[in-house]
């Protein structure tokens, strides 16, 4: 007994306190940090939060299983989610993988994270690394240089310790059953949460005093009060045979508000050409109908954020002074107030979609639109071509 070695006793004064350290991080911090992000993501349920390389592939693969618009990116942001859940798990619960996968995963991470930083930083400057989110987390994320400091310090702390701590060799099934029970509950999670409810925000329940500020008036009464209000003029007899209305006259020139709403919406601008404006459901979702002139000649309509400095670029080179035509501008309401920019349009009319839905829209859209039907539609204001022949095409 006396030349049996004890390969515990041996390693573990050596290997004890990097062992400890490869434990908090590898096992406890990173599936923490995974599982943290996938469920504000959830949580928040906007597939335009996701990182913009996993979105524009989601999007890229929009219909290929059977599943199209907003019942694929729900199934797919439900998916990348519990995906998530069930790494995490297996870094938590499966020690012989942990660090590969965590390593992996942090890696993967970083490559997005480097990708966002890189495209940032050579089309708007370095300013732009610093804003907005990477959408690790959703839109409450940080920006893509302060994620990319996070994941750098756990993936090196991962690499770090892995061969410091290579204490004896495990099967790689060991865990499997914690793993498997762990995953179980997090795609429960993922596909068992419910939708998120949506109400719209009426704003002439919350924003009557300023509707009244921002130009609408309201005449008051001239016409003297009823004296007798108890006498009652008996009305006119109807002819026998009143003349038929004209069925081809429209009720309503704008649809109305509908009784539910979706938790986002995914407009595909494409399939919008030859089709009316108001045929579009997020149409019916606007704050206040657009003048009925809308519906005859042609018009700009431009969809764009109040925070979004590239909406601006365009409004400021094609939208100051004097218009050709005329323009309705749309509004999306999830931009961040502190970084509102002053509008530059004077004689563009303005609307704002309702705050409740998500909008899933990159914005600027521009669009032209005869005799209230879209003709041609602009989603990358950087094609000159393409925006040139939206605002100067058409008759």
Known sequence: MAATKDSTSGITPTCAPCSRLGFVITRLAVPA???AGALTKLVENDPRNLPKPIFDLVLSLDGTFGLQGVAWMDFALRSICGAEFVIAG???????????????????FCVILLWLIGTGWAKDGFEAVLKGSCG???????NPLYMLLIDGTLLGGVVLTRKACSCGQRPWTVGGGRAAIVAAIGIAVAFGMP??????????ASGSAASAGAGTTTEPSTAPPATNPSTVTPPVNPPVNPPAVAPN??????????????PYYLPDFATWVGKPLASQPEMALLDAPPPATIGSGTWIVMLYR???EHCHEVLESHFVGSLKRPALLIGIPDHDPANEQPMPCTECTIRTFLKGPNYVVQTPVVMRIKDGVVEAVCTDHE?????????????
């Open 195 to 204: 939708a998120r409810t949506v109400q719209l925000e009426d704003p002439s």
């Open 249 to 262: 006259v429209p009720t309503s020139s704008w649809p109305a508000r509908p009784s539910q709403v979706q």
């Open 33 to 35: 940090w995974i599982t």
């Open 306 to 308: 109040a925070d979004c």
């Open 90 to 108: 297996m870094i938590l619960c499966m020690p012989r993988i942990a660090r590969p996968l965590a390593a992996a995963v942090l890696a993967l």
């Open 383 to 395: 094609d000159a071509t393409s925006l040139a022949d939206v605002l100067e095409g058409g008759s």
């Open 136 to 142: 690790c987390f959703g839109k409450s994320g940080m």
